[in-house]
């Protein structure tokens, strides 16, 4: 495992649900047991190249989020290795019973792919925008929940999609993702990436966040305060060693992520510093609210996502120490 | 000795074993491990394409009870087909079993399917037949749901997805024993006439006697016989049936009952066992 990181983070040309497609078919070519399901959504999931080139291995459930997650997990019954997409809406909190019995509890080898996390669903709004997923996953036993960062780290981590066994949530977002790493990076699931060594303050992010928060430790560093950043990709399992050692030598926390504080990345990182090394933690993230429509940009400001919000929870947490 | 006879004497012993594991307990899901019975006893008395010594092999049928609360007959079919020891049916829902209420893949041998939450059998079952005809194995699926259980709207989204997929390695039993566990179905919610029902989502349906297995198993090789799409055969049945203390009362889906009830149930079912032996050897 070692990351390169990038000096700095433009979006890249293509959108990650072309990464992901073409990743998973080239996996695909070799490996039979890879089948693909998908809600009436492939065309905004990205997968009509798999399905135009594997007809047979992808199935189109029709809107039935709940029957796709069980035909998943009774062809994984079968040997399959299948991926189910949809809206990470209707991946999560719409099929919740679905993930925890047929798939999670029956210990089958299941990945759930919801994509538009966060504010990334945008235009769909409210409705749409999953700021609850993962908390609402992360309560069920031994699932994998992960959230991919940019290209360079999707693709180096599917090959360890197929070869790990268990029941996956794969946070995806499907649009022009800032680029962070360069190629060449490796990375493991269940071991976060530290981006930039810091002792003063340990920013740790996921997903559209990383970005934000390496651009917030250079506020930082301006303003003399040194900050450590994790990329905290795999939120179950928890990296814990990573957290309280960032506990014991910056002394001072801030979450950042793409979701609801509340059951999310905030409060996963809050269990483990409450039982390890207790310091002041801040919590960027939507603070318990529900989403609603608008641009992108407009969604990151009135929710205070922004490297600015970022680095002022930095200060605050580092005011906070005792 | 005949088929008929076997069937039937299987389904009897299958009966009894299931009151002697719900008999430790003193309570159980008696009213719809009973109306199984018959269903269970064509299955593993001839139908299905299985071996006990190899649980896992590949190519074998798999069986769905997505009405999971069925579990017990299940465990005791399985232990009569030598899948574990017989002795072990006397552990269910006790501390550590591998015999839980509801049916669990990775704890019982033999059980295929975890199930117990309600519809969700019909889709695993769906995943399951899909994923043996991409392997080409000629395996099938069966799946048993329940009429209460066909409340659940993910029951009609596998009910819609079957026959587009032209699943028709999947042979579902539909247990309509016109009960669930506030009532009667069509006091709950009534589902109404599920054979019309499904073959209005292109189902190939069938409607038999649920507790003549001899019925159940030529339901069975015609439902085999159909290609195109799955089949769906509805069982007439009555929760309960076969046990005195449970058959006629109308809330008898978890029931307790006294050790004096209980003794009379096997008597009375050990009776008919005993004549469906001497039927089986004649």
């Not at chain 1, 933690?281 to 609603?292: A, L, N, S, Y």
């Not at chain 2, 079993?97 to 117990?116: A, F």
């Not at chain 2, 989204?157 to 999947?170: I, M």
Request: with cysteine.
């Amino acid at each position: 495992m070692s990351v390169i990181v990038r000096e700095t983070f433009e979006k890249e040309p293509h959108m990650l649900r072309e990464t992901y497609c073409n990743g998973l078919m080239a996996l695909a070519e070799t490996d039979p047991r890879i089948v693909a399901l998908d809600a009436d959504l492939m065309s905004s999931s990205g997968m009509k190249p798999f399905w135009k080139k594997y007809p047979d291995r992808f199935i189109n459930c029709g809107i039935a989020e709940a029957n796709m997650v069980g035909v998943a997990a009774g062809l994984s019954a079968t040997g399959k290795i299948p991926f189910a997409h949809t809206f990470g809406t209707f991946a999560s909190r719409r099929v919740c019973d679905q993930v925890f019995m047929s798939a999670a509890y029956a210990k089958l080898n299941v990945r759930i792919v919801g994509t538009d996390p966060g504010v990334t669903a945008a235009f769909n709004g409210g409705t749409h925008m999953p700021l609850e997923d993962m908390a609402v996953l992360r309560a069920i036993p031994e699932i994998i929940l992960v959230e991919p960062t940019d290209s360079v780290q999707l693709e180096a981590i599917l090959p360890q999609l197929i070869s790990d066994y268990g029941t996956y949530y794969i946070r995806l977002q499907r649009k022009n993702a800032a680029a962070v790493y360069a190629p060449g990076s490796t990375f493991e699931i269940g071991r976060g990436d530290v981006l930039r060594s810091g002792k003063a303050v340990t920013l740790i992010a996921s997903g559209i966040l990383v970005s934000e928060a390496l651009k917030a430790a250079e506020l930082l560093a301006g303003q003399g305060v040194d900050a450590r950043v994790i990329n905290l990709f795999t939120w179950k399992p928890i990296d814990r060693k990573l957290i309280e050692v960032a506990a014991r030598e910056t002394g001072a926390i801030v979450t950042c992520e793409n979701h609801n504080i509340v059951g999310g990345l905030g409060s996963a990182v809050a269990e483990v510093v409450g039982e390890t090394w207790p310091v002041p933690i801040e919590r960027i993230g939507t603070p318990d609210v529900f989403g609603e429509v608008g641009p992108e940009d407009y969604l990151r400001t009135r929710f205070h996502l922004n490297a600015v919000d970022i680095a002022a929870a930095a200060t605050k947490a580092v005011a906070r120490k005792r | 000795m005949g088929k008929v006879e076997d069937l039937r004497l299987f389904a009897e012993e299958i009966r009894v074993a299931t009151l002697k594991e719900f008999a430790a307990l003193g309570f159980g899901h008696v009213g719809g491990a009973m109306s199984v019975v018959e269903t269970l006893a064509a299955l593993y008395g001839g139908a299905m394409r299985i071996d006990p010594k190899k649980p896992d092999w590949a190519e074998r049928d798999r069986l769905v009870v997505s009405k999971g609360h069925a579990g017990p007959a299940v465990y005791a079919t399985l232990a009569l087909k030598g899948y574990f020891p017989e002795a072990e049916l006397f552990t269910l829902n006790k501390p550590g079993t591998n015999l839980p209420s509801h049916c669990d893949r990775t704890k019982t041998v033999g059980i295929d399917m975890t199930t117990g939450s309600l519809g969700q059998g019909m889709s695993t079952a769906c995943g399951l037949a899909l994923g043996q005809k991409l392997d080409g194995n000629g395996a099938r699926t069966y799946l048993i749901i329940g009429d209460g259980e066909c409340d659940e709207g993910q029951i009609w989204e596998g009910a819609l997805f079957a026959p587009h997929y032209k699943l028709d390695n999947l042979i579902a039993f539909c247990d309509k024993n016109g009960q669930q566990l506030d009532g009667y179905v069509k006091n709950v919610l009534d589902t109404g006439d599920l054979a019309a029902k499904f073959a209005a989502f292109g189902w190939f349906t069938q409607t038999v006697d649920g507790h003549d297995p001899s019925a159940v198993d030529a339901a069975i090789q015609t439902a085999a016989a159909h290609t195109g799409g799955p089949s769906m055969i509805v069982l007439n049945t009555v929760k309960g049936h076969g046990c005195t203390f449970a058959e006629g009362k109308e809330f008898n889906h978890h029931i307790a009952f006294t050790k004096e009830e209980m003794t009379a149930a096997l008597i009375s079912a050990g009776a008919i066992l005993s004549a469906a032996r001497a039927a089986a050897k004649a």
